[in-house]
């Protein structure tokens, strides 16, 4: 028997996920819930959802399945939950990175499932590449969430709240701060009339090189090596740019002591 | 007429160069120079080089081309210059990309072919997406070696020696320094029973976006947003790893100050 599903919401993250778990066999879209009819009814009919109703976000109390799932806006959580009276014995997660499971815990059951997709807009989201953490409260709501989430992706992981916030802080690293190093990169080649694109095959190279051997064994460059030679020339070509010089320093230092260690 | 080419030295350059350059009806390899001719020999068969002759290294003056390419390591290429008496009239060129042009000042026409390629050893170059940095001591010898880098790469541009090491700058902020928080990263996701292949996806479109709309406009993230309730979140959670919080602080503090730009 599939698992009978409710989407409420069908913003950004509703669509992709409908549209996702309408392919599968495992589960069911029995339920598009939104504020609007005519757009639940519309999209229901754009993906072809079999046997599947729209329903007025006021009476989801009627719902008779296996799993909501939220796909609300981060900040509508807590008001989504405070404001309408879910059916009993049904599954709730929301849809959030951010967000702790705690968000929901004067339901019964209940807990995340949270796509952990890239930050770009309104395109194609290819789920296949793209890992799904799931929470529950306990160990039967988290074996629920688990096979919907197997319906989304191959790659579901178990992820508490607290393993989330690292996650993102690792994407801080690895995505917000390697962008800024790009960024100084990118000023540098400029003035050599060069840009980005001429060094693009290095970027991805080093991204496959890093995920494929660990980045810890991938280091290479002057640092690693212990080029003080080359490390001074660097120095002294940055030396009136007073952040690309700190940045330089520090990180250089770090990765000299990785070498010594 | 073609352009007729020796390449002396057949480790990796030199004989992916040879490959490469064999499939072009622009250049003709004439020559394949080494101290083992047997070796040459044996080049020119595997790649069947038509109307192409082993040499040995001493007999270098004899040889009768436009472009002799000297694809030997960069820490030999003083002493080949030194040791060897080259044709007149020929150009010469080092494939180095640390090395500047002035290596080669001693002889009448010299210049720099250096295919930008990733430090990967052994695997097949997809050249297409290497950019091909040329330099010349005239105008005239530029354009030589020009013909011979468009056999090579359609991404042919003139890099003065000066700008070279500004390219590999760049590759230091972009490669080994972003490598180094990819190690940070993988580390705080191992804390979390991940690891990289969790957000592979995040760095390649961090990559992608920063290529295409610029890293500068590219910039995402907690500090370029001023969510200081995230920042101190996750100073919090690396209060006890110096490296670590050093790294957050300053690049978040440099992000930061972008958006207040």
Redesign the interface.
């Known amino acids: 028997m599939s698992l009978s599903i409710a989407i409420v919401g069908i913003g950004n993250v509703g669509s992709h996920l409908a549209k996702k778990l309408n392919d599968s066999d495992d589960v069911s879209i029995r339920y598009i819930v939104s504020r609007d009819l005519n757009k639940a009814q519309q999209l229901i009919e754009s993906l072809s959802i079999a046997n599947c109703e729209p329903v007025e976000v006021s009476n989801i109390h009627d719902l008779s399945c296996d799993l909501i799932i939220l796909s609300v806006p981060d900040r509508n959580i807590a008001d989504v939950i405070k404001g309408l009276a879910f059916p009993e014995h049904v599954v709730i997660v929301h849809t959030s990175g951010s967000q702790p499971i705690d968000l929901l815990s004067n339901l019964e059951s209940y807990g995340v499932l949270y796509p ?5 807009k309104a395109q194609e989201v290819d789920f296949e ?3 799904v953490f799931v929470e529950g409260n306990t160990e039967k709501v988290t074996e629920i969430i688990e096979t919907a989430a197997k319906a989304i992706s191959p ?1 579901v ?1 178990r ?2 709240s607290e ?5 993102h ?21 400029s ?4 840009d ?12 496959t ?3 494929n051997i ?3 064994n ?7 090596r212990g080029d003080q030679n080359i490390l001074d ?2 120095l002294s ?2 030396k009136d740019d007073e ?2 010089y ?3 320093k ?2 250089s230092k ?2 000299a002591s ?1 070498n010594k260690k």
Chains 1, 2 share one sequence.
């Open positions: 952990f997709q890239t930050f770009t590449s793209v890992p790659k992981k992820v508490s393993d989330r916030k690292k996650v802080l690792a994407a801080v690293f690895a995505c917000n701060f390697t962008n800024h190093l790009y960024a100084i990169a990118e000023n540098i080649l003035d050599a009339k060069l980005l694109s001429d060094i693009e095959h290095l970027m991805q190279e080093t991204v090189k890093a995920v660990s980045a810890k991938a280091q290479t460059g002057p640092a690693i020339q660097h070509i940055l952040d690309k700190q940045v330089y520090l990180l770090q990765i990785l």
